[in-house]
Structures are given as C-alpha cells and as structure tokens.
C-alpha cells in the first residue's frame, strides 16, 4: 500500500532465506512393543489365537444375516485395535488391514475383507520364526478387542448413552462418518538428494506429480463406490438422505471421508452401525439454545438519524443465522436484500422470526455497530449484509438439514461464485453441548476445508452454557469461576475448527446491589461463556468481547440467573412491536459479531490480502484485561482456557503509532513439508543501546491453514502440512541463528531463550502444559529488555509431515514490537531501517533452496 504522510501503516516483514531445516524426529520404542519382541513365541500365538476368535465370530456374524434375509453386506469387516500410541497407523495397511479410523490412545478401526486374516497370520508366522528381524511391526498390535469396545468408540456419547433405548421401527436421524481412503495409499513427497542435479530431480518430480494425481483420482472413485454402497444399505431399510431444497443429497466430503445426514429405522441403524465396515462416526444432530432476554431497557430514538449507505467497495460479510429484520431502519441501507437467501425447507421467508427480538437481526446490528447505537445526526455505514437464514422461528438448525453441507453450500455461492466475493462468514450458531474431542466434527472440518481452499475467515460463538448446567453447578458448590473448566462447559461444535476464529464472551460491567450480583466483574469471562481448550489441547477460544454479564439473586434460597440492562450489550431488536433497540440479551453470538466488524475494517484496508491475515491482525491486536497482571504464571494455562488471546482492538489491529511498529506478510506465503522461511527485522543500535531501563513488548503471530482428512486425530495427522515457528533468543545474531534452524548440530552462541508466555513446547513457557504450536492460529508474547534484544530480530517459520505433503499450508505472520512506556519512538527507525537495507537483506548468501510446486 502507499504510505500516505503521517500514516503509521503496517511494514512488509522482510523474507530473508528459503531453506530446508533439519528437523529432529522419532522417539524410543515403547516398552510393551519391545518386551512383544523379545516374547515373540507367547505373545505371536496369543495374537494368531485372538485372530482366529475374531474370524469366528464374524462368519457366524455372516452366517446369521443370511438366515435372517438381512441385506447383502458389500464392506469390509471391521475391527478394533490397540497398537502402539507412538506408531503410525499406516503400518497396518502391511498386515492386510484397511484404516478406517484413528482413536484416542492408541486405538484403532480397520476393515479388512479377509474374514481368514491371512496376510496378518502370514506376518505373525514370520514374526514367531524370526524371519525377519526388521519386519516387527505384529509386535505394535497390543490386542484385537470386542466389538461392543468398537461400537462404543464409533457412536457420540449421547447416541451411545441411549443406545439400549433404540427400538426397530422408531426413525431417528443421525450423522454418519465413512471413510473412502481404502488401501490406497499416496506416493511419499520426494525431496531432492544431495548432489542431485536439478534436472533429474525436476524428472523424479513430474513422475511423483503424475502418480500423485492418480492415487488422488482413486480416492474419488473410491468414494463414489461408497457412497452408492451407503445409499443402498440405507434404502433396504427405507430410510432417506437429507437433501436440500433442490432435492441434492447433502454429503459432506473430505479427501479421506464423506459425513451424510440420515433418517433410518432403528432397526437399519443398529445394523449400520454393527456391521458396515467403513463407517468411524455416528453421531446425532446437534441440540441448539436460544440465549434468553430476562429484562428490557429497550430505546426508541427520538431524533431523526440519517443512515448513509456503504461504499459501494465496502467488504461484504455474510450473517448465516436466524434471518434478519431487513427493513429494520438501522440495517436496510447496508442489506444487500437481492443476494438474501433462506436455505429452510417449506419456506422462502427471509425474515428473523425468533420471539422476544429475533437473534440474527441483534447479529447483524452488533456488526454494523460494536461499540454503541448512534441516535442523532448522519452516520455512514461501513459494510455490506449479505443475509442467510437457515435457523427457524425457534432459532434451531432443523434436523433435516446438515450442517457441513449447509456451510459448504453457502460459501460456494457467496465466497466464490459471486463477482462480488464475501471473505467474513459469522456464524453464531453452536450447540448447546460441549464438542467431541476425538475426531474432528464434520461440521468443524467443513469450516477447515473451506478455509483452505476458498479464502474464508469464519467467525464463530464459543457457544452458551445453559442456564440450567450453570445452576446445576453452584448447587453442586461448584461455583463461578470454577465450573467453567468443567466438562459440560466446553466449547460447543463447531467451535473447535482449527480455522474458525473463535469468539467468547466476557463481562461489560462489575454488579453489585442490595439484590443481586453479577458472577464475575468486569472484563472477567462470562458465567454463561464456554472454555477450552479446544480438540487436541488447542487454544480456544481465540479471542473474546462483550457478550453480556449473568447476575444472581443474593438470597441462596433463589437461585435465579437475570440479565439486568447494566450487564447487557446494547443490540438491534425486531420492530416496531418492541424498541428498535435494546440491552435485554446476552450470550457470545452477540460477542462474535463485533469481532466480524474488526475483520471487516482490517479487509476494507487490506482487500487483496487472504483472510489469514485478517484472523493473524485480530489475535495480534488482542490483549488480556487489567485483571490478569494479579494473575501468576503457573495459572496463565487457566487464562488461555476461558479467554484466550484475549480482547482484540480495531486500532491496533490496523494501525501503529510513534511507540509502536507491526510487521506483516501482506500477502499468502506457501509452505511445504521440510522447508523453512526465516524473516530478519533489523534493530537499530539507538533502540536497543539505549539502557537496560527501556522494556519492549513484542508479538508475534502466526495464522496457516492445511488441508483437512477427518479420519485421523492430532494436528500432525490431521492436517496435510502443519507448521510452527521459532524465534531468534537474547543478543542471537542473525548468522547463527538461521544456522539453528537449518542446522541439525550447529552450536548454540547466545544468552538464552526469551521466557515467552506460552512457549513452543509444554513447560518452555510460562503458560505449563500449554504449547502455541498445538492449533493453526499461533500468537505468544514477551517483554525485554532492550539490552537483550540482537542486532536483528529472527523469526523461522517450518513446515512438518502431515498427512499429504503435495498439499502445502498457506500461511500469514505478522511481529509486533512495542516500546511499553512509550518513552522512545521506534516505528521511524525500523521503517527506515527495512526501507534502506530489504533489498539487500533478500540478496544475502542463501542456503539452497526447493522450488515451490
């Protein structure tokens, strides 16, 4: 962007080395697998054994539906594993098992269609008679398990906790999970040897490149296979696929799975369950919550506001929720009603029909005004609306409808088929329940995928606690703050998407009167606010803002939760049957949109950049409230939990100022496995010479997205390509520490890690057994002091083995340096110095590098 005088705009962070780092790997052999191998007589029969009850069982299993006219099964027989927790799965495609699904602990589905299992009693042989000392891999099996063990990892918990009550001729709707890899398994990513020359390296390349697309292509075939498999089983039992309105069947697909949306007998079900090979998940339709408007303090204006419309150019979000109130005064000028669309069935009504002041038209206010309501004078709006309602009358997701679908259809024709693209995506709806954190929702990986591939920023509500499991608690005694890091207080589905910005909600004001109390004082978490951390130990929620404050009657024989008007963010309401506007309700959909608006700011200045960097400015404006500076470093863990990165600032996430300077990658950077960027912020010698009394903060922030597979669990597994990133430590100078990160045993010349709040591992921050490294939105912070600070300040970002290298991450970074005291100007000197020396930095000595795909 051209800088404009006097502007104190966001800096190019300068991209100094391409290279290939040399990453540390592997891990010692877990005791039980060793002592399998020196027994290998005992614990090879024991298994062999194991196999041969299994087999049994499974061809009576066949033998029985023959008898009984059930329909002809065409999958493989599944199977529960426990192997080795610190193996990859993949080695069991080698003992004739397909990989259905990874679980947690080192548990594992597979299918196989030899009911024999000849080729793991051929391996097992092998393994007895020592064969082949290198070939140990039965010795990572640690037990073949029942198939009720099976059937209890495959259904959620509320479908498992009613599964005695499923009766044959009920209907019941439920999300079932397929898994489409089968047995194919993609070529591993070539990495150019040493001495190689370029082109014999750029031939081996073409030839993975064409085999690549291949094995992807049999995937989707496979896939298609499988879904015709799916349909059929489900229509012996007449039961249906949930289609949209135009009567497509909404199937969910990922690279290594399809998720559907069905309505079966109880009879089919059980059968689906016990029996289909493939499936890894099913699951029932979330439950919702309306969040409740206790009290009123509603305002009608008496002047006259005149509403200007946006700029023509202004970002336009899309609000998927409840409807909205599109001739509402202070939203119509900013609706785009031609685009507006209902993806409900039996009904084209766009409208917010939700009681007692709709829900997406207070979305839809809280994004054109975060702050408060202008009541006089003329006020131009920002942005666009772009409305789709998919909630009813009641603000519930009907059961008929999928949710991943859904997604998918809406962001296909407003995030990439519309001229006009949407890039901000809010989305207040979650479930009443906590997420699963075994696998990856379908809901959740949706957003991920999406993402990915279509340059979207979703922003999500960390989801409401109902009133009734926040009583159930404080008359359990467990009270506030405490039961928020209880299990039914956790984040709801789909806020645990690694994409998802997620948003919860804390207090706007501290109550106290002769009455009533507010749980929780100003800008602590909301009462009614869940908490991470997210699937897989990630960090969640990302952020939060004002969503309102719960108050509680001072008479313990009342347990009563209110909403009084203090403790309430002022928001639209339906009209003209109430006020136009109103605090009357709280909950974190109405903390979510104001984080859309800032998102919207941060698009309208940068237009062309990704929206990764729209997700990396919000985090790295975001700090945590006053209260936390009591807080001590062993309990930051906690902090994290409920509020994340902590409250993010438009200012700051858009602009600098004398005292403060943040640096960006503007545009998207592709990472591939193995390889590494290192970024160089010169300091001048006046900064960081100036006394040991001049403390600097600095941040950084790193947002990437991978392509998802929803079968495996853990990050690494996960995704197609996950990365981390390391600093430069105290007085480190450039020289060595790129030598560091690209060189497996250079000696370490420097005074030490800074103590940063989180760290890159467990226990290397301050925040114990919290990693950033965990999630795809990666901010940390520390303070310094100028005499610690290196000639130039180093960032490495590296990219690790996922699950599909061809596929690279896409990432954005940005690094923040702020003089704490303001008591020395530092934005002038580091412009000037990056000014003057970026070209020269990019031309330095370059360690070899691999060409981008």
């Known amino acids: 962007m051209p800088r404009q005088e006097g502007a104190y705009e966001h800096l190019p962070l300068p991209l100094v080395i391409k290279g290939i780092p040399k990453l540390r790997g592997g891990s010692a052999s877990n005791p ?123 259904l959620s918990e509320d479908l498992y906790s009613k599964w005695h009550e499923i009766t044959n001729d009920n209907n019941y709707a439920v999300d079932i999970g397929i898994e489409c890899a089968g047995n194919i398994s993609l070529p591993k990513y070539p990495q150019k040897k040493e001495d190689e020359t370029d082109n014999h390296f750029s031939d081996r390349f073409r030839t993975w490149e064409q085999s690549f697309a291949e094995k992807y292509a049999e995937w989707d075939e496979l896939k298609l296979k499988r879904e015709d498999l799916l349909v059929a089983f489900i229509a012996n039992y007449d039961g249906t696929i949930c289609s949209n309105i135009d009567g497509i069947r909404m199937i969910s697909e990922l690279p290594d799975s399809f998720t559907v949306r069905v309505i079966i007998s109880g009879k089919g079900l059980r059968d689906l369950a016990e029996n289909f090979g493939y499936v890894f998940e099913i699951s029932l339709p979330d439950k919702f919550e309306k969040e409740e408007s206790s009290s009123e ?57 939700v009681r007692d002041g709709g829900h997406g038209t207070r979305v839809a206010g809280a994004v054109l005004y975060p702050k408060e309501i202008p009541t006089e004078g003329t006020y131009k709006l920002q942005f666009w609306i772009r409305n789709i309602r998919v909630l009813n009358e009641m603000n519930f997701l009907p059961n008929d409808i999928s949710p991943p679908f859904l997604l998918k259809d809406i962001i296909d024709k407003y995030c990439v088929a519309e001229e006009k693209k949407t890039k901000i995506v809010n989305h207040s709806i979650a479930s009443s329940s906590g997420c699963r954190l075994g696998h990856m929702s379908a809901w959740a990986a949706e957003i991920d995928k999406q993402s990915y591939e279509n340059d979207v920023l979703v922003i999500q509500a960390a989801g409401n606690i109902p009133q009734s499991i926040i009583k159930a608690y404080i008359g359990a005694s467990i009270m506030y703050p405490d039961y928020l890091s209880e299990e039914l207080s956790r984040i709801s589905n789909p806020s645990q998407s690694l994409q998802a910005l997620t948003v919860g909600s804390i207090n706007i004001s501290t109550i106290v009167t002769e009455d009533i109390v507010s749980l929780g004082k100003k800008d602590e978490p909301s009462s009614f606010s869940r908490s991470g951390p997210g699937i897989w130990d990630t960090i969640k929620p990302d952020v939060v803002e004002y969503g309102g404050t719960y108050a509680i009657n001072r008479d313990t024989h009342l347990l009563t939760l209110t909403t009084p008007p203090e403790g309430c963010p002022t928001l639209l309401r339906v009209s003209p049957e109430g006020p136009a506007f109103a605090k009357d309700c709280v909950g974190t959909s109405f903390s979510a949109p104001k984080v859309s608006s800032i998102a919207l700011q941060i698009q309208r200045l940068f237009p062309n950049s990704p929206a990764l960097l729209y997700r990396a400015l919000i985090a790295q404006s975001a700090r945590w409230p006053e209260w ?226």
């Open 32 to 154: 039980r697998t060793q002592e399998n191998r020196e027994n290998r007589i005992a614990y090879g029969g024991a298994l062999k054994q194991r196999a041969s009850e299994v087999s049994r069982f499974w061809k009576e299993k066949q033998r029985q539906r023959a008898i009984q006219n059930l329909p002809a099964l065409h999958a493989g027989i599944p199977v529960l594993l426990e192997i080795d927790p610190d193996s990859d799965v993949e080695f069991l495609r080698g003992l004739g098992f397909e990989i259905v699904s990874e679980i947690e602990d080192g548990f594992v589905i597979v299918a196989t269609e030899d009911a024999d299992f000849l080729t793991l009693n051929d391996k097992l042989d092998r393994f007895i008679a020592r064969y082949n000392l290198k070939s140990d891999s039965p010795a990572r099996i640690y037990g073949m398990k029942d198939d009720a063990d099976r059937l209890q990892k495959i």
């Open 297 to 353: 303090n509603g305002y009608q204006p008496e002047q006259e506001i005149v509403l200007m419309p946006p700029d023509e150019d202004a970002p336009i979000i899309c609000i998927i929720d409840s409807g909205i109130q599109e001739g509402h005064k202070y939203l119509q000028p900013s609706i785009r009603a031609s685009e507006s669309l209902c993806l409900l069935k039996d009904t084209t009504d766009v409208s917010d029909l």
């Open 628 to 853: 936390t500076n009591a807080i001590p470093p062993g309990s930051y863990a906690d902090v994290l939990r409920h509020i994340g990165y902590g409250i993010p600032n438009a200012t700051r996430a858009t602009e600098n100022n004398p005292y403060r300077v943040t640096l960006i990658t503007e545009h998207e950077v592709a990472l591939g496995t193995r390889d590494a960027h290192i970024y160089q912020i010169n300091i001048p010698r006046e900064l960081h010479e100036i006394g040991e009394d001049i403390e600097y903060l600095i941040e950084v922030t790193l947002s990437y997205s991978a392509k998802p597979r929803r079968t495996r669990r853990t990050i690494k597994r996960y995704l197609s390509t996950w990365l981390e990133w390391e600093s430069s430590n105290i007085r480190e100078d450039p020289e060595t520490f790129k030598r560091r990160m690209l060189s497996e045993n250079h000696r370490i010349n420097d005074d030490g890690a800074f103590l940063w709040a989180i760290g890159s591992a467990l226990n290397r921050g301050q925040a114990n057994d919290i990693s950033r490294n965990k999630g795809t939105l990666q901010k940390d912070w520390v303070i310094v002091k100028s005499n610690q600070l290196p000639d130039a300040f180093c960032i490495a970002v590296r990219g690790h083995e996922g699950w599909g290298a061809a596929f690279k991450a896409k990432y954005c970074l940005a690094v923040s340096i702020e003089a704490i005291n303001q008591d020395i100007e530092i934005y002038e000197p580091i412009r000037t110095a990056i000014t003057i020396e970026v070209e020269n930095l990019e031309q330095e000595i370059q360690i070899p590098l691999r060409d981008f795909i």
